[in-house]
């Protein structure tokens, strides 16, 4: 029995979890071939037990030719040799069990690899038995691609299959021709996929772009848009994915997921902007267990616009729905460097924030140290998407980079004389074991976190979420109470007295730990409460304390 099976808890045990990606490549290099690997996650376990996390998401882990690192997958089987073996991946769901850690593995249903033996049959010939797997057109008019439709990386989303004489589709590289999912043994081939690692006790899936899985049927043009994270090239990607059928499938997947105790979590990498649309991913609470909110995520760092989206999140999803929340991961620039240009004071409010916040949170590598992004030189640079990019603003490897574990050569990632696959970087100070012996370093402030966040803001039973009202503040400061405690944040440059109800400062993220447990930064909360530039702190209310 996993941790969690046969309780209440277990049943819907990501409500209130804290969940954590590694990107397993970057995390520990067990073997010295540069690689982080599946034994190397193993054996950093007791790191995510100790920091008190509940379900670990890995980065890909399938075979793959690595064009895109993993989501260019050749076999939805197996693992990669350069990470491991299946019996090293059932090993490491094994041992995290025993810590009360969940195994979540990243799931690619909108493509596969172009070296994947479905495609490499599919586009031998036009009457392949696989051909209908994927998404095949003719020349346009002008013996050009079907349609106007963009691919992620840039140009064309179509690229002419010359012995064929048509053109296939790839919302990202040529490399990931996506498929067909209007052919419904691509629906049976696709659960068959998610029972086969549900069986062997994954205990769910992120699935990578969880809005695209159809297109639409006609092949139409994408309509124009403004541009911005959600319209890169001006088009709105209304055809090219974002179809309503995708629901069914989520349906399916549910009630998949639902024959197994616990249930198996659904996860879904939902790039849509509109508070509205998030919450359809849940449909009547029988889709996706948990949609990424990516306004949030793009959001300044600014109290108007991250409160007005949480707030508008929470009116729209629907009933038992819950949130989560993310300000980091290996698609965008770290937090502390994309929220606070480097600086730790704002790293560290924005970790009380994504820690108090109701719902489910999700950490990326790193975060609970407060790093920064790296710089990579393009000579350097592993990821063929930051070399398609038309600036360095996409560059994804710079939020890649090998994990800080000690002092020392490499900062522990690898052995000694190994040169990484990305450059560890400066890390002097920040590494784990420094920082865990420290009392005022942002790990030991998001250890107390969460240490906090399962005693106060989850109450171990099914559907349990800790409540949200937002409180009035000023223009720069946020307010409001989550569950029975209050928090408060001045997202200023200057200090600033804000009115709280009267209690005690139980967290602040200007300090550290004091007298050990969640005990940070007490002090008296006075109703008017001076905060100092970038200051966030929770407040146990006298109405709400023992």
Same mark, same amino acid.
């Given at each position: 029995?996993?941790?969690?099976?046969?309780?209440?808890?277990?049943?819907?045990?990501?409500?209130?979890?804290?969940?954590?990606?590694?990107?397993?490549?970057?995390?520990?290099?067990?073997?010295?071939?540069?690689?982080?690997?599946?034994?190397?996650?193993?054996?950093?376990?007791?790191?995510?037990?100790?920091?008190?996390?509940?379900?670990?998401?890995?980065?890909?882990?399938?075979?793959?030719?690595?064009?895109?690192?993993?989501?260019?997958?050749?076999?939805?089987?197996? %693992? +990669?040799? !350069? =990470? #491991?073996?299946?019996?090293?991946?059932?090993?490491?769901?094994?041992? /995290?069990?025993? @810590?009360?850690?969940?195994?979540?593995?990243?799931?690619?249903?909108?493509?596969?690899?172009?070296?994947?033996?479905?495609?490499?049959?599919?586009?031998?010939?036009?009457?392949?038995?696989?051909?209908?797997?994927?998404?095949?057109?003719?020349?346009?008019?002008?013996?050009?691609?079907?349609?106007?439709?963009?691919?992620?990386?840039?140009?064309?989303?179509?690229?002419?299959?010359?012995?064929?004489?048509?053109?296939?589709?790839?919302?990202?590289?040529?490399?990931?021709?996506?498929?067909?999912?209007?052919?419904?043994? %691509? +629906?049976? !081939? =696709? #659960?068959?996929?998610?029972?086969?690692?549900?069986?062997?006790?994954? /205990?769910?899936? @992120?699935?990578?772009?969880?809005?695209?899985?159809?297109?639409?049927?006609?092949?139409?043009?994408?309509?124009?848009?403004?541009?911005?994270?959600?319209?890169?090239?001006?088009?709105?990607?209304?055809?090219?994915?974002?179809?309503?059928?995708?629901?069914?499938?989520?349906?399916?997947?549910?009630?998949?997921?639902?024959?197994?105790?616990?249930?198996?979590?659904?996860?879904?990498?939902?790039?849509?902007?509109?508070?509205?649309?998030?919450?359809?991913?849940?449909?009547?609470?029988?889709?996706?267990?948990?949609?990424?909110?990516?306004?949030?995520?793009?959001?300044?760092?600014?109290?108007?616009?991250?409160?007005?989206?949480?707030?508008?999140?929470?009116?729209?999803?629907?009933?038992?729905?819950?949130?989560?929340?993310?300000?980091?991961?290996?698609?965008?620039?770290?937090?502390?460097?994309?929220?606070?240009?480097?600086?730790?004071?704002?790293?560290?409010?924005?970790?009380?924030?994504?820690?108090?916040?109701?719902?489910?949170?999700?950490?990326?590598?790193?975060?609970?140290?407060?790093?920064?992004?790296?710089?990579?030189?393009?000579?350097?640079?592993?990821?063929?998407?930051?070399?398609?990019?038309?600036?360095?603003?996409?560059?994804?490897?710079?939020?890649?980079?090998?994990?800080?574990?000690?002092?020392?050569?490499?900062?522990?990632?690898?052995?000694?004389?190994?040169?990484?696959?990305?450059?560890?970087?400066?890390?002097?100070?920040?590494?784990?074991?420094?920082?865990?012996?420290?009392?005022?370093?942002?790990?030991?402030?998001?250890?107390?976190?969460?240490?906090?966040?399962?005693?106060?803001?989850?109450?171990?039973?099914?559907?349990?979420?800790?409540?949200?009202?937002?409180?009035?503040?000023?223009?720069?400061?946020?307010?409001?109470?989550?569950?029975?405690?209050?928090?408060?944040?001045?997202?200023?440059?200057?200090?600033?007295?804000?009115?709280?109800?009267?209690?005690?400062?139980?967290?602040?993220?200007?300090?550290?730990?004091?007298?050990?447990?969640?005990?940070?930064?007490?002090?008296?909360?006075?109703?008017?409460?001076?905060?100092?530039?970038?200051?966030?702190?929770?407040?146990?209310?006298?109405?709400?304390?023992?």
């Amino acid at each position: 029995m996993t941790a969690g099976e046969g309780s209440a808890a277990g049943e819907r045990w990501w409500e209130g979890a804290a969940l954590y990606q590694v990107y397993v490549r970057s995390w520990q290099d067990s073997d010295g071939d540069g690689y982080g690997d599946l034994a190397g996650v193993r054996r950093r376990l007791d790191h995510l037990s100790w920091l008190g996390i509940d379900g670990l998401w890995l980065s890909p882990t399938m075979p793959s030719p690595d064009e895109d690192w993993g989501y260019d997958v050749a076999d939805y089987y197996g %693992v +990669h040799p !350069e =990470l #491991g073996t299946l019996e090293e991946l059932d090993r490491l769901v094994a041992e /995290a069990a025993q @810590r009360g850690i969940r195994v979540l593995l990243d799931l690619v249903p909108n493509h596969t690899s172009s070296l994947h033996p479905w495609f490499v049959e599919a586009r031998s010939s036009r009457e392949a038995p696989h051909r209908d797997w994927y998404v095949w057109a003719d020349p346009g008019p002008d013996g050009g691609p079907p349609n106007n439709w963009r691919s992620a990386a840039g140009g064309s989303a179509w690229t002419l299959d010359e012995g064929s004489g048509q053109y296939y589709l790839h919302n990202f590289l040529p490399g990931q021709p996506d498929l067909n999912w209007w052919n419904e043994e %691509v +629906h049976a !081939e =696709l #659960g068959r996929v998610l029972r086969y690692w549900f069986d062997r006790g994954v /205990a769910g899936f @992120r699935i990578d772009v969880a809005h695209s899985l159809y297109k639409d049927r006609q092949l139409r043009d994408d309509s124009p848009a403004p541009k911005g994270p959600a319209a890169p090239f001006g088009l709105a990607a209304d055809r090219s994915m974002n179809q309503p059928e995708a629901h069914e499938v989520y349906r399916a997947w549910r009630k998949l997921a639902g024959e197994y105790r616990p249930a198996r979590l659904l996860l879904g990498e939902t790039w849509v902007f509109d508070a509205q649309r998030l919450a359809s991913f849940y449909g009547d609470d029988d889709e996706l267990h948990l949609a990424f909110n990516f306004p949030f995520v793009f959001a300044p760092f600014r109290a108007a616009e991250l409160s007005s989206i949480v707030a508008s999140t929470l009116a729209a999803l629907p009933p038992g729905a819950c949130p989560v929340w993310v300000g980091s991961n290996h698609d965008v620039s770290r937090l502390p460097t994309r929220w606070g240009a480097g600086d730790p004071a704002r790293a560290r409010t924005a970790l009380v924030l994504l820690c108090t916040l109701p719902g489910t949170v999700v950490l990326y590598y790193g975060d609970e140290l407060g790093l920064t992004d790296v710089p990579v030189p393009p000579d350097e640079q592993r990821d063929p998407m930051s070399w398609r990019a038309p600036d360095d603003r996409f560059n994804r490897d710079r939020a890649r980079t090998p994990m800080p574990w000690e002092p020392g050569p490499l900062y522990g990632f690898a052995p000694r004389g190994t040169r990484p696959w990305l450059p560890a970087g400066d890390r002097d100070g920040l590494t784990v074991a420094e920082q865990r012996e420290d009392p005022a370093s942002t790990l030991s402030l998001t250890r107390a976190l969460l240490d906090l966040r399962r005693q106060r803001l989850t109450g171990h039973t099914a559907g349990d979420v800790a409540g949200y009202e937002q409180l009035p503040s000023g223009r720069d400061q946020w307010v409001y109470r989550s569950g029975p405690l209050v928090v408060a944040a001045n997202l200023a440059a200057d200090e600033v007295q804000i009115d709280v109800p009267a209690g005690e400062v139980i967290i602040s993220s200007a300090v550290g730990v004091q007298g050990g447990g969640v005990r940070v930064g007490r002090r008296p909360a006075d109703p008017a409460l001076v905060l100092g530039p970038f200051e966030a702190v929770v407040i146990q209310p006298h109405e709400a304390a023992g």
